[in-house]
Nanobody, 127 residues
Framework: EVQLVESGGDSVQAGGSLRLSCTYS????????MGWYRQAPGNECELVSS???????YYADSVKGRFSISLDNAKNTVFLLMNSLKPEDTAVYYC?????????????????????WGQGTQVTVSS
């Protein structure tokens, strides 16, 4: 059974940093794309960053230069380091995995059945 468990969401002030963690089980990273989506109320579900075996990381334009995705293979964990946080980064962040490319936009996170999803973790950035 595929499982994704996120942690690390919190409330921070603008300019601060957070590191999200996603521990996965039930599949091999080598067979998948993994990434982080986010969704704020009234907005689409946006792919923030993704990583795959042998490929270059992807970053949405809105987070380039501020966010960094990484993998600890030994711990089956994907991290998203978020620096220079802005109020517009406020959203629920979801870890996702797919046995194919992750789509960059979806209407609603967690309802796209081609992806496996974590439960989500809230990130709130105050000005």
């Amino acid at each position: 059974e595929v499982q994704l468990v996120e942690s690390g969401g919190d409330s921070v002030q603008a300019g601060g940093s957070l590191r999200l963690s996603c521990t996965y089980s039930g599949f091999s990273f080598d067979d998948s794309d993994m990434g982080w989506y986010r969704q704020a109320p009234g907005n689409e579900c946006e792919l923030v960053s993704s990583i795959s075996s042998g490929g270059s990381p992807y970053y949405a334009d809105s987070v380039k230069g501020r966010f960094s995705i990484s993998l600890d293979n030994a711990k089956n964990t994907v991290f998203l380091l978020m620096n220079s946080l802005k109020p517009e980064d406020t959203a629920v962040y979801y870890c996702a995995a797919a046995f194919g490319p992750l789509l960059d936009r979806l209407p609603l996170c967690r309802e796209y059945e081609n992806n496996y999803w974590g439960q989500g973790t809230q990130v709130t950035v105050s000005s």
